[in-house]
């Protein structure tokens, strides 16, 4: 191009530009905003999975692809720039007018067309793509020169939409659902060719094993997380197909090649083109495949030939190397019926065999020596495990000896198959195919690829033999029988238990008896020393006082009595010295009062003295307060009784008193192998923050009594709460052997710890 055209070029460009912003600015709000104009290149390179459609970009460039797409009611177009290219995806152009604003398109702009798109970036799926808002044909231009493989990245998932071109092998061309495919060798890999116009008569024929150039522009095959799986290359018509070298004038005279010796080192096989082989029919699908036997070796033939071969007929396939599979077999091959003989009889073996033969190749790099199963008919006999169906069919999983393995039906199979009940014993007969496992890393000696796992491709119903039914005691009629077994075992135990806890209930109903006898009996002794320990503590102290009271007031009548005239000083000297003694004999009898509450626990357990409690405390009070006992109780000295019980009250009252709780519940825990007892308090209070509790020097003494108490019994309290969310109290405490001896001693200073006078709460 000359200088004076590429400055016209320019100058009209800037024209158009200048025009849209015109446009832009007289129509207002009825029109977008024209954003700044970027490279395709740059819009890729920033484009990642958080770019939205709200962020507006303005692209131009040339149109290399076009496609209509009525049925989703638009067009997708490739626009490339330089070597940059990214899909656009537009309105049809029968919508020209809708409601979403888009208004500016033509049906002009096909390849060759530069344009200027206006719109949002979406990611996509697996490249990045534009939403188009506005498209301007500026002018036309010769399109741009095609990349090659290497640099357009088409086998790395890479190129993005740029034009490309391909030199390759055509194996196929078929229409599906109106869009012609072309299957391409391309230097042993397949790349797949698309394009949405016919190739006109004829055309397909001549192109078929013929050596073509492609130009296109490059798409992917991708999953469903948008990951690059392969190529695809997208032409506009059959025109951009070059045929640069013809194919033979017959399928049946490109080169024959044995059985055996397909994809060998050498191979005219591995040229890409067209090549024929010959071997008798195992098993085959019309339209689909049929598999061929010679000598020692079977393959897989794909082909859509409507042809129905049976087992015995020699078929002439002419056709491609098929790289799709580890067993390396034919694909869009034409076939040829040549002869018939008998079938090939199925080989006998296990399935440990053909596990064994394909794991013998992977210890070297040598090809494995013996049998060789992969693609050939074997029969073996197998454990059925259970069956499934699926869309082509079913699967059944069998068992024989130490391998699992799976079996492929076809539907005709399938039907003989379902019948079967787990257990029987059967004799199936099929196609051994192979599945192999993911490369090693390591694999740069020639090795060949590890073994995974085989299947067995089961055809017809006659290949499904019964040997034998399963037994009678099948897995389900066993654990039925067990679970039968189970239930007589559990009903008898229960009624086992039943008849020990009636026997418990009895025992317990004589032990009750006996232990309120003897009760009656220490009662009844006790009564007597109380009363008379009572009568002596009367005489000595209350009798003796009232006596004294008597004494004072008859002095107080006498002398009245003979000084009638004379103030009465004398009188209430007497009288005041009554009071006093009348005092005095009140605080004796609240003295004994009190050491007759000293004794609340003698002889109480734990439970029943905090009972005592929980009663005492609860009448009267709006809150519910619950016991709870856990484990086996034991004996407990009575000093660490009254102890935990004055724990218990310091902890009830504060729930009462500062948490306004509606409920407290008491937990015991005994344990009786380790001589301990863990005490709970909980309740549904207000709560506090741990740490703002008010302390002693608030005059408040109630955590640290309760603390000290249980510090001086050896043990540890802990206080969990929370505003809003109550308050727990924990306290454990462990008994000593020596405690029964300390309570045993009179003049222990223990006995202060159990003076039962309460405590004085916080």
């Known amino acids: 191009m000359s200088v004076f055209s590429s400055m016209t070029d320019v100058a009209w460009r800037t024209t158009v530009v200048v025009v849209i912003a015109m446009v832009a600015a007289a129509s207002g709000g009825d029109t977008l905003d024209v954003a700044p104009l970027s490279d395709i290149a740059d819009v890729i390179q920033a484009a990642d999975a958080t770019t939205t459609t709200d962020q507006p970009l303005r692209i131009e460039g040339i149109v290399t692809f076009r496609h209509d797409q009525p049925d989703r009611d638009r067009v997708v177009l490739v626009v490339q720039d330089r070597e940059a290219a990214v899909w656009v995806i537009a309105p049809h152009r029968a919508c020209v007018e809708r409601s979403d604003g888009f208004r500016e398109f033509s049906d002009d702009v096909r390849p060759g067309e530069r344009i200027m798109v206006q719109g949002g970036l979406d990611p996509g799926s697996y490249g990045p793509r534009v939403l188009a808002t506005s498209i301007v044909p500026v002018g036309r231009e010769p399109l741009p020169a095609p990349l090659s493989a290497d640099r357009s990245g088409v086998f790395r998932g890479a190129g993005g939409a740029v034009r490309t071109v391909l030199e390759g092998i055509v194996q196929s061309v078929r229409s599906d659902r109106g869009v012609w495919t072309l299957a391409l060798d391309v230097e042993g890999r397949r790349v797949t060719v698309r394009s949405a116009l016919s190739p006109g008569?004829?055309?397909?024929?001549?192109?078929?094993?013929?050596?073509?150039?492609?130009?296109?522009?490059?798409?992917?095959?991708?999953?469903?997380?948008?990951?690059?799986?392969?190529?695809?290359?997208v032409i506009n018509g059959f025109d951009d197909v070059e045929r640069i070298a013809v194919p033979p004038s017959s399928a049946f005279d490109s080169p024959f090649v044995p059985l055996e010796e397909i994809a060998r080192f050498g191979s005219p096989s591995l040229e890409g083109h067209r090549f024929q082989t010959e071997g008798v029919v195992t098993r085959a699908q019309a339209t689909r495949?049929?598999?061929?036997?010679?000598?020692?070796?079977?393959?897989?033939?794909?082909?859509?030939?409507?042809?129905?071969?049976?087992?015995?007929?020699?078929?002439?396939?002419?056709?491609?190397?098929?790289?799709?599979?580890?067993?390396?077999?034919?694909?869009?091959?034409v076939t040829r019926r040549v002869g018939s003989?008998?079938?090939?009889?199925?080989?006998?073996?296990?399935?440990?065999?053909?596990?064994?033969?394909?794991?013998?190749?992977?210890?070297?790099?040598?090809?494995?020596?013996?049998?060789?199963?992969?693609?050939?008919?074997?029969?073996?006999?197998?454990?059925?495990?259970?069956?499934?169906?699926?869309?082509?069919?079913?699967?059944?999983?069998?068992?024989?000896?130490?391998?699992?393995?799976?079996?492929?039906?076809?539907?005709?199979?399938?039907?003989?198959?379902?019948?079967?009940?787990?257990?029987?014993?059967?004799?199936?007969?099929?196609?051994?195919?192979?599945?192999?496992?993911?490369?090693?890393?390591?694999?740069?000696?020639?090795?060949?690829?590890?073994?995974?796992?085989?299947?067995?491709?089961?055809?017809?119903?006659?290949?499904?033999?019964?040997?034998?039914?399963?037994?009678?005691?099948?897995?389900?009629?066993?654990?039925?029988?067990?679970?039968?077994?189970?239930?007589?075992?559990?009903?008898?135990?229960?009624?086992?238990?039943?008849?020990?806890?009636?026997?418990?209930?009895?025992?317990?109903?004589?032990?009750?008896?006996?232990?309120?006898?003897?009760?009656?009996?220490?009662?009844?002794?006790?009564?007597?020393?109380?009363?008379?320990?009572?009568?002596?503590?009367?005489?000595?102290?209350?009798?003796?006082?009232?006596?004294?009271?008597?004494?004072?007031?008859?002095?107080?009548?006498?002398?009245?009595?003979?000084?009638?005239d004379v103030e009465g000083g004398d009188a209430a000297e007497h009288l005041d010295v009554a009071r006093r003694m009348v005092d005095h004999a009140v605080d004796d009898v609240r003295g004994s009062v009190w050491a007759l509450r000293s004794a609340a626990v003698q002889g109480q357990s734990l439970n029943e003295a905090i009972?005592?409690?929980?009663?005492?405390?609860?009448?009267?009070?709006?809150?519910?307060?619950?016991?709870?006992?856990?484990?086996r109780p034991f004996d407990l000295p009575n000093f660490i009784t009254g102890n935990l019980m004055l724990i218990v009250q310091e902890a009830v009252f504060n729930a009462l008193r500062h948490g306004a709780a509606e409920t407290v519940d008491v937990d015991v825990a005994y344990d009786a192998e380790a001589t301990s007892v863990e005490l709970t308090v909980h309740d549904d209070g207000r709560g506090f923050e741990i740490g703002e509790q008010r302390g002693p020097d608030e005059g408040h003494f109630g955590l640290q009594g309760m603390r000290e108490r249980a510090e001086r019994l050896g043990g540890r309290l802990s206080v969990e709460s929370a505003p809003g969310r109550g308050t727990t109290v924990r306290c454990r405490i462990r008994c000593q052997d020596y405690d029964p001896e300390m309570e045993r001693d009179e003049g222990s200073p223990l006995a202060a710890v159990t003076d039962g006078g309460g405590v004085t709460s916080s």
Request: charged share 20%; glycine share 10%; net charge positive.
């Open 201 to 233: 008569a004829g055309v397909a024929e001549q192109l078929v094993d013929a050596s073509v150039r492609v130009t296109g522009v490059v798409g992917s095959v991708r999953n469903a997380r948008g990951q690059f799986l392969g190529p695809v290359v």
């Open 289 to 333: 495949y049929l598999f061929l036997q010679e000598g020692g070796v079977g393959i897989r033939v794909e082909t859509g030939d409507k042809e129905v071969y049976r087992p015995g007929d020699r078929v002439r396939v002419a056709g491609f190397i098929d790289t799709g599979r580890q067993l390396r077999g034919m694909t869009g091959a």
């Open 341 to 564: 003989e008998p079938p090939p009889e199925p080989i006998g073996t296990t399935p440990s065999a053909i596990a064994g033969s394909a794991n013998r190749s992977q210890t070297g790099s040598k090809v494995a020596v013996g049998p060789d199963y992969a693609g050939r008919l074997v029969t073996f006999s197998a454990t059925v495990a259970d069956a499934g169906p699926t869309r082509d069919g079913g699967v059944l999983r069998l068992a024989s000896g130490g391998t699992i393995l799976e079996a492929v039906l076809l539907p005709e199979a399938y039907e003989a198959a379902a019948r079967l009940k787990p257990g029987s014993e059967i004799s199936v007969t099929g196609i051994v195919h192979y599945d192999v496992a993911k490369q090693h890393e390591e694999l740069v000696d020639g090795r060949l690829n590890p073994f995974e796992r085989f299947t067995l491709v089961v055809h017809d119903a006659a290949d499904v033999r019964l040997i034998r039914a399963p037994p009678w005691w099948t897995p389900v009629r066993l654990s039925a029988a067990l679970t039968g077994a189970i239930i007589v075992l559990a009903a008898a135990l229960a009624w086992a238990w039943s008849l020990r806890r009636q026997v418990a209930r009895q025992a317990a109903a004589i032990a009750k008896e006996m232990r309120a006898r003897r009760e009656a009996a220490v009662e009844f002794q006790a009564t007597l020393r109380e009363r008379t320990r009572l009568a002596a503590n009367l005489h000595d102290t209350l009798l003796q006082s009232m006596a004294g009271i008597g004494f004072q007031l008859e002095a107080c009548q006498m002398s009245l009595r003979r000084s009638a």
């Open 611 to 631: 009972e005592a409690l929980v009663v005492r405390v609860g009448a009267g009070q709006r809150a519910r307060i619950r016991l709870r006992s856990q484990g």
